[in-house]
């Protein structure tokens, strides 16, 4: 089971910046990658970001050249620097790990996704 602890949601003006970090705590046995989803009220959970332990990133089109999703492998946490942001950055912002897992069976390298609780970014005008 892995745990996932975020923080760094806030208030900011359009224009703004705000960094989120997440941390992955608890029975980890392998991160194979680390990435940020966003829930907006009324609609569905979309991706933001995500990053490989390898350091490859993959974004979507509406924060490209805004957001930076960056990965501490030691320490079992993702950041996202958030510039520029817009009124429609507003969302729950929830960090999401894919990671392998060890059973009674053996250990696996891939097949347990973890969810944090969210964190609320808001932007005013």
């Known amino acids: 089971q892995v745990q996932l602890v975020e923080s760094g949601g806030g208030l900011v003006q359009a224009g703004g910046s705000l960094r989120l970090g997440c941390a992955g705590s608890?029975?980890?046995?392998?991160?194979?990658?680390m990435g940020w989803y966003r829930q907006a009220p009324g609609k569905q959970r979309e991706l933001v970001a995500t990053?490989?332990?390898?350091?490859?990133?993959n974004y979507a089109d509406s924060v490209k050249g805004r957001f930076t999703i960056s990965i501490d492998n030691a320490k079992n946490t993702v950041y996202l620097q958030m510039d520029g942001l817009k009124l429609e950055d507003t969302a729950v912002y929830y960090c999401?790990?894919?990671?392998?897992?060890?059973?009674?069976?053996?250990?696996?390298?891939?097949?347990?996704?973890?969810w944090g609780q969210g964190t609320q970014v808001t932007v005013s005008s």
């Open positions: 999401h790990a894919d990671s392998g897992y060890c059973s009674g069976l053996g250990c696996y390298d891939e097949g347990l996704d973890s």
């Open positions: 608890g029975s980890i046995y392998t991160i194979n990658a």
């Open positions: 990053v490989t332990t390898d350091g490859d990133a």
